[in-house]
């Protein structure tokens, strides 16, 4: 019998990644019994609340989420509050906040706004976290544009060294609408891995290289979808649209075939 949740999975895989969040939401009512499993296993748009002791924006995701709750990493409180809530420890809060405060710049700089969160838990050998980043275009009734990316880290401390798994998915959105061209939607997303050994001198630097594995892979993925999205898009539109009039290609295509079909007979 085929297993259900892999069941769950297969189904999200065929249906538009544009719908994740509406569809995940209905496979949970359907089987409660995977809720816990799909949550953490599927990466889905980001959203966005804004703390109330700070006033300022952050982004929700399952590593900041207790149950119906969503830590704050400004504030660095659960929203609404849980008791006995686990927190990171004050080493691994100071990274944290330093990471939030490196981040924020680094989004202004390349994205020229948007919303960024980061959030440190504690491992046995190290830490581990998880650095979001969300970017939307003003929607309008005519067109609609998201960039969702979540980096997740794994940051093992071997005395001077520390061993860095970095685990990122984009979840890239674009739809466009018009009387002349109608309608096209461009939804998908992208995981990639990456393993490096970085030195260490103090906590500072794990805030540092974080930032470099963080900005290369984006880098990379950046390039990737614009060549997977953007390459096949333009592939796609060059195929259905015909520039020279049809009659004309027809004639042509005649015209190839025959000479074909003639040096074939040789």
């Known amino acids: 019998m085929t297993d259900p949740f ?29 809720t816990e499993d799909l949550l953490t296993s599927v990466d889905q748009p980001l959203e966005v609340r804004r703390c109330k002791k700070t006033g300022r924006d952050y ?20 929203e609404p509050p849980v008791p006995d809530a686990e927190l990171p420890s004050e080493r691994v809060r100071k990274m944290e906040v330093k990471a939030n405060e490196a981040f924020d710049v680094y989004r202004e700089l390349y994205f020229e706004g948007g919303i960024s969160s980061v959030y440190f838990w504690n491992l046995d050998d190290g830490f581990a976290g998880v650095v979001l980043l969300k970017k939307s275009v003003n929607p309008t009734s005519k067109s609609t544009g998201t960039w ?6 794994e940051a093992a401390e071997r005395a001077r060294t520390a061993h860095y798994k970095l685990t990122s998915t984009v979840i890239l ?21 990456v393993e490096q050994d970085l030195l260490i001198e103090g906590d500072e630097n794990h805030v540092a290289n974080l930032g470099r594995i963080v900005e290369d892979m984006e880098l990379k993925m950046r390039n990737l979808l614009q060549e997977v999205y953007f390459g096949k898009a333009r592939d796609v539109v060059g195929d259905l ?8 290609t027809n004639r042509d295509r005649a015209t190839q075939r025959e000479m074909i079909s003639n040096m074939s007979s040789r």
């Open 6 to 34: 892999d069941s769950a999975l297969d189904l999200l895989r065929r249906l538009n990644p544009k719908d994740t969040s509406e569809n995940l939401n209905r496979l949970c009512s359907l089987v409660p019994d995977l």
């Open 59 to 78: 982004l929700l995701c399952d590593y900041n989420r207790d149950g119906d709750s969503w830590r704050s990493p400004w504030s660095n409180e659960f």
């Open 148 to 153: 969702d990316s979540i980096h997740v880290f």
């Open 173 to 193: 959105n674009l739809g466009t609408e018009s009387e002349s061209l109608g309608g096209m939607d461009l939804s998908g997303n992208m995981t990639r891995q």
């Open 241 to 248: 649209r015909s520039i020279p009039p049809l009659s004309e």
